[in-house]
């Protein structure tokens, strides 16, 4: 897919076609992804992708501080449409968080490529968990005992990240099963 980027001069919004880029040669093409690919995607030059993301880290470093906020919107959402349909009860947020966790996403697909290849940079990854923090306050200021609101985000992420770490992946019943165990943990 090739995106049409008119020149701008509003450095902002190049940074944001360059992602909008980046995430789908993510989506097509793993986390092989290479600076090249996300510029003809992109249609600018590799000079000018460079010019914004100077290097390789630097665009999936970018692209996950993205992705988590695109996240964070589609759970505020999510926690809204909870919220408006069943109150301001105990466990809305994680509720959400469980709906999120099982609604197939293919942002949250990029957001796994680009998390993956930074695992071995600890300083890059550093600042994406500081931009994550807000998954431990929220989820611990939902109404549920901590150590059980922890458990249930911690059984979304290991649901969500399997494919990265190569766990078997679960059957439809069996992901049923386990969506429904987390949902009742919440009441």
């Known amino acids: 897919m090739l ?5 701008t001069r509003q450095p902002e919004l190049t940074r944001a076609a360059l992602l909008d880029a980046a995430s ?4 097509d093409q793993g986390a092989a992804l290479s600076l090249d690919a996300v510029a003809r ?4 030059s590799k000079g000018g992708l460079l010019h914004h993301y100077p290097s390789r880290d630097a665009l999936l470093r970018a692209l996950g ?11 505020d959402a999510a ?13 809305a947020w994680l509720r959400a968080y469980i709906t999120l966790t099982f609604t197939p996403d293919r942002d949250g697909e990029a957001l796994h490529a ?9 300083a890059l990854l550093a600042g994406l968990s ?17 150590g059980t609101a922890h458990a249930i985000r911690l059984a979304c992420d290991g649901y969500w990240m399997g494919d990265l770490t190569g766990l078997p992946r ?10 429904e165990t987390l949902t009742a943990w919440t009441r």
Do not use: C, K, S, W
């Open 65 to 75: 501080f993205a992705l988590i906020d695109r996240f964070r919107q589609q759970l």
């Open 114 to 122: 680009a998390l993956a290849p930074l695992a071995g940079h600890p």
């Open 170 to 179: 679960l059957n439809a019943a069996q992901a049923q099963a386990l969506r």
């Open 130 to 146: 500081e931009a994550q923090a807000f998954l431990l306050t929220d989820a611990e200021a939902d109404g549920v005992p901590p």
């Open 79 to 91: 926690h809204a449409h909870e919220l408006a349909a069943h109150g301001p009860a105990r466990g």
């Open 24 to 27: 789908v040669v993510l989506r």
């Open 41 to 44: 995607a992109a249609g600018v």
């Open 3 to 7: 995106f049409y980027m008119p020149r």
